[in-house]
């Protein structure tokens, strides 16, 4: 049986005091693509006061919803605290989830562990990226992440000052990856929130 995946995208866009956070729908089983109306999945979830999205293994939805019943109050605030929240989860991975494991590619010399999956939170401090290493990086502007992502970093640096407002910035970036990319697909979700200045 195939694995559940979230190839997908999602996409942060920050402009005026505010900052969208859009993702498509789709969910893939190997090369089996779900109709939205046999499948719904969230890419997006509250954590705290802050927006958490992940494209990679559908499997994450499981472990995310787990991990936080246990901890409830999880904050993730600024780079430091993101970072703390993933290296907690990272222990955690390998402590309670007995079916994970480090993802090594024999011709990767990196030293380090992989979740391989990337994340985006946002929250009033702006856009965080963690990567599959879970290096935490801070954007100004916008990002996008998943199997589309180049497509909507292209649109997003097309289409920035066409707008003021980050929601349908967001969503038409999400359209663009739906458009070229085939692992990204169905609905387009956006949320909004605010930004500290």
């Known amino acids: 049986d195939p694995e559940a995946l979230f190839m997908s995208i999602a996409v942060a866009v920050r402009k005026n005091g505010r900052i969208a956070l859009a993702s498509d729908s789709q969910t893939s089983f190997g090369t089996s693509r779900i109709p939205g109306d046999n499948l719904r999945t969230s890419k997006v979830r509250e ?19 787990d991990f936080l019943s246990r901890h409830p109050d999880t904050e993730l605030e600024g ?23 480090d993802q090594c590619d ?27 290493d879970m290096s935490v990086t801070s954007f ?10 180049d ?14 407002d980050p929601v349908p910035l967001s969503r038409q970036a999400v359209e663009a990856a739906i458009a070229f990319d085939v692992h990204c697909g169905g609905e387009v979700s956006v949320r909004a929130i605010e930004a500290s200045a």
Request: net charge negative; proline share 1%.
């Open 47 to 65: 954590v705290g006061g802050s927006l958490l999205a992940a494209t990679g293994w559908g499997l994450y939805e499981n472990i995310f919803d």
């Open 79 to 101: 780079r430091q605290g993101i970072f703390a929240f993933f290296l907690a989860f990272w222990k955690e991975l390998h402590d309670r989830y007995s079916f994970v494991r």
């Open 106 to 132: 024999k011709e990767d010399d990196s030293p380090f562990g992989s979740l391989d999956s990337s994340f985006l939170v946002v929250n009033a401090g702006g856009i965080f990226h963690v990567s599959a």
């Open 140 to 149: 100004e502007r916008y990002y996008a992440i998943g199997s589309g992502a």
């Open 151 to 164: 497509f909507s970093l292209g649109a997003l640096c097309a289409i920035y000052g066409t707008h003021d």
